[in-house]
């Protein structure tokens, strides 16, 4: 699929694969009780635990993930982190709404899972990516219906934590974050603060919806109503 829309021209935003083969692997064990004995990530996690089989994929050459790079150039200085922040801001919407008007969702675009030349962002790892092209059922086809957001909001609570995280404290960025948005931290690059400004709201319902999942219930519902009026106002 990804293949398809770089040799035709339709979008340059991933790497290519250019050869794969199937290889013996050894059995896994994953830990069903971390997903909380859910019925259908049962049988997921038990196939993959009895997988005799693997596949070895070979891509593209990119240098660095958006993650190393984009603490780098923010590492460099504040015209460094300006130039990259403004275009990385722009890539991530643009690969997020072609991928949504071809009916994908990738579903774990974090910044180890996007690589980059410097130049552009390159998006990889589909392992989870779901699209309506699938042979989906009906219960399968409203979950990918109600998270259209996710890839966009997780662009920005990504974005969001790695500036953050860089400028003031990465352990706790969401608490920076507020402090910051509360006016008792100062960032003097206007284009940094415009883009802090932009994806704040979302950033932090992502995150304390990414802190239920992992403290409370991996059944907590997914704030698609939130995250659609708060993104209408940006």
Known sequence: MTNNWVATGQNEHFPLMYHWRLLPCEQDELNI???????????????LNQATTCIAVFLEY???NLHQYLQDEMAIGEHHAEKALTWIDRDLKDIN?????????????????????????YL?????????????????????????????????????????????????WITKLQEYLQGKLDITSPQI??????????????DEFFQKLQKVSKSTPYPAIQLEVISKKR
Request: proline share 2%; net charge neutral.
């Open 33 to 47: 009780n971390y997903w909380e004995n859910s019925p259908a990530i049962r049988q997921r996690v038990e196939a």
């Open 62 to 64: 990119i240098p660095k």
């Open 97 to 121: 709404e072609f991928m949504l008007k071809q009916n994908l969702i990738h579903f774990d675009a974090h910044f180890n899972n996007i690589l980059t030349d410097g130049k552009k962002l």
């Open 124 to 172: 990889t790892d589909f392992g989870l990516a779901l699209s309506s092209m699938f042979e989906l059922s009906e219960i399968e086809m409203n979950f990918f219906k109600l998270h259209q957001t996710y890839d966009n909001a997780c662009a920005s609570v990504n974005l969001l934590r790695s500036i953050i995280g860089n400028l003031f404290d990465r352990e706790n």
């Open 193 to 206: 603060a415009t883009i802090i400004k932009k994806h704040a709201g979302v950033a932090m319902i992502m």
